[in-house]
């Protein structure tokens, strides 16, 4: 059970040892400060159509930051576990009418950004089954 205090309550014969990726989840989110310099930038042949789309921004279109954060708990006495979360670095500025195979794409790719940073922090991801079933859950939950 997750309580307030973000400790995870488990039977002791349930209980993991050491770090233990529970869960991963994708995230987008509205990215609030875009870089929309590129409209503008471009061939002054489609400089109405860059003035357009700028114009439209905000009420048409927007901008989307996508990331995959991992829940990683590790043990705290016999029976309790602690949480940590991570994030993958993200991509953001990705344009609200992009695709879905687009988002699909980037949130693959951000599983596999997260995987390698938790290495670094020593995080064990190396069962290539148990990874793999855990991205399958995460890309089924996104909610696009």
């Not at 040892?17 to 989110?29: A, T």
């Not at 471009?42 to 357009?52: L, R, S």
């Not at 789309?53 to 576990?81: F, H, K, M, N, Q």
């Not at 990874?131 to 996104?142: C, V, Y």
Request: charged share 30%; aromatic share 12%.
């Amino acid at each position: 059970m997750l309580t307030k205090f973000r400790m995870l309550e488990v039977k002791p014969e349930a209980n993991p040892p050491g770090l233990h990726v529970d869960c991963i989840r994708i995230v987008r989110e509205i990215d609030e400060c875009p870089d929309l310099s590129y409209l503008g930038d471009g061939d002054p042949e489609y400089a109405d159509q860059d003035a357009a789309r700028l114009r439209a921004y905000g009420s048409e279109w927007w901008c989307y930051g996508i990331y995959a954060e991992a829940l990683v708990s590790y043990p705290v006495g016999r029976t309790d576990r602690r949480v940590s979360y991570f994030n993958s670095s993200g991509l953001w500025g990705i344009e609200s009418d992009s695709e879905s195979n687009y988002f699909n794409e980037v949130a693959r790719e951000e599983i596999d950004n997260l995987r390698n940073h938790l290495r670094e922090f020593a995080v064990p991801v190396d069962d290539d089954t148990e990874w793999e079933r855990l991205a399958t859950d995460a890309m089924a939950r996104r909610e696009w």
